[in-house]
């Protein structure tokens, strides 16, 4: 898939004092909004379960809540509705069975924990392991985060999709067959308007902390996050393998 279409917001200097009850002025400040716990929520914390679309793989779950992580499984049989590709992925946000609607303007913070096993490789082309999107059919991303080959060197990195802005990017390979914490920070906005912050940590190391301001993070209609696998079967690098995707941890923050 071509990079064709169209936060953690660095923390301004003084932060909007917003009026609540009663006239007293407070600070804006991250607001918790949702949270994803497999063993109590399953699969219910997200909007919809894309889980073998085209029933290539009958009879095979690929997504579960396991404890305390979720797991996304991908065989090399497994087949997309569009059948150049792969996709087994969540998307959206649930809180008490309604939807958590992301809108232009709104700045959001995702943060969880990610094991990207050994036999999940970095492609020539496109693996997405989390994206943005506007729902509905044929929409394009609006920003991914993704396991990719350039120049024989394996890198997740993370892009807005307008402009094919790269955000930021780091070696895959130290960051595998173990547990790391991601961040994704977004101001939704369109043209110019949008910023990202996106920042990977190693235990107490800071991997990567990288800031995009001035770029287009809104498609239309509403934004929202989807996690898994997404992967184009055009590899030339003979990287597609049997593999899966733990994820824990998951929530979501906005600033108000």
Same mark, same amino acid.
């Given at each position: 898939?071509?990079?064709?279409? !169209?936060?953690?917001?660095?923390g301004?200097?003084?932060?909007?004092l917003l009026?609540?009850?009663g006239?007293?002025?407070?600070?804006?400040?991250?607001?918790?909004?949702?949270r994803?716990?497999?063993d109590?929520?399953?699969?219910?914390?997200?909007?919809s379960?894309?889980?073998?679309?085209?029933?290539?793989?009958?009879?095979?779950?690929?997504?579960?809540?396991?404890?305390?992580?979720?797991?996304?499984?991908?065989h090399?049989?497994?087949? =997309?509705?569009?059948?150049?590709?792969?996709?087994?992925? /969540?998307?959206?946000?649930?809180? =008490? *069975?309604?939807?958590v /609607?992301?809108?232009?303007?709104? #700045?959001w913070? +995702?943060?969880?924990?990610?094991?990207?096993?050994?036999?999940?490789?970095?492609?020539?082309?496109?693996?997405?392991?989390?994206?943005?999107k506007?729902?509905?059919?044929?929409?394009?991303?609006?920003?991914?985060?993704?396991?990719? !080959?350039?120049? *024989?060197a394996?890198?997740?990195?993370?892009?807005?999709?307008?402009?094919?802005?790269?955000? *930021?990017?780091?070696d895959?390979?130290?960051l595998q067959?173990?547990?790391i914490?991601?961040?994704?920070?977004?101001?939704?906005?369109?043209?110019?308007?949008?910023?990202?912050?996106?920042?990977?940590?190693?235990?107490?190391?800071? /991997?990567?902390?990288?800031?995009?301001?001035? /770029?287009?993070t809104?498609?239309? =209609?509403?934004?929202?996050?989807?996690? *898994?696998?997404y #992967?184009?079967?055009?590899?030339?690098?003979?990287?597609?393998?049997?593999?899966?995707?733990?994820?824990?941890?998951?929530?979501? =923050?906005? +600033?108000?």
């Amino acid at each position: 898939m071509g990079i064709t279409r !169209r936060s953690i917001l660095a923390g301004a200097a003084t932060a909007p004092l917003l009026v609540g009850a009663g006239g007293v002025a407070s600070a804006a400040s991250w607001r918790p909004k949702w949270r994803a716990r497999p063993d109590v929520d399953g699969l219910g914390a997200f909007e919809s379960v894309e889980d073998d679309r085209a029933d290539s793989h009958p009879g095979v779950r690929h997504i579960h809540a396991q404890g305390a992580h979720y797991r996304f499984d991908m065989h090399t049989r497994d087949r =997309d509705t569009s059948t150049d590709r792969q996709r087994n992925e /969540v998307a959206g946000m649930r809180t =008490d *069975g309604a939807a958590v /609607v992301l809108r232009e303007g709104e #700045r959001w913070r +995702f943060t969880y924990s990610m094991f990207i096993p050994s036999s999940l490789r970095a492609t020539s082309t496109f693996t997405h392991v989390m994206q943005t999107k506007m729902p509905g059919v044929g929409s394009l991303p609006v920003t991914v985060m993704s396991l990719r !080959r350039t120049g *024989g060197a394996s890198r997740v990195e993370f892009k807005v999709v307008e402009g094919d802005v790269l955000v *930021g990017a780091t070696d895959l390979a130290p960051l595998q067959d173990r547990w790391i914490d991601t961040s994704v920070e977004i101001r939704i906005g369109d043209g110019s308007a949008g910023r990202v912050r996106w920042v990977v940590r190693d235990g107490g190391t800071t /991997v990567l902390d990288k800031t995009k301001s001035g /770029v287009d993070t809104w498609l239309g =209609d509403r934004l929202r996050p989807k996690w *898994g696998i997404y #992967r184009s079967l055009g590899d030339t690098s003979g990287a597609l393998r049997d593999c899966h995707l733990l994820l824990r941890d998951l929530r979501a =923050d906005k +600033f108000e």
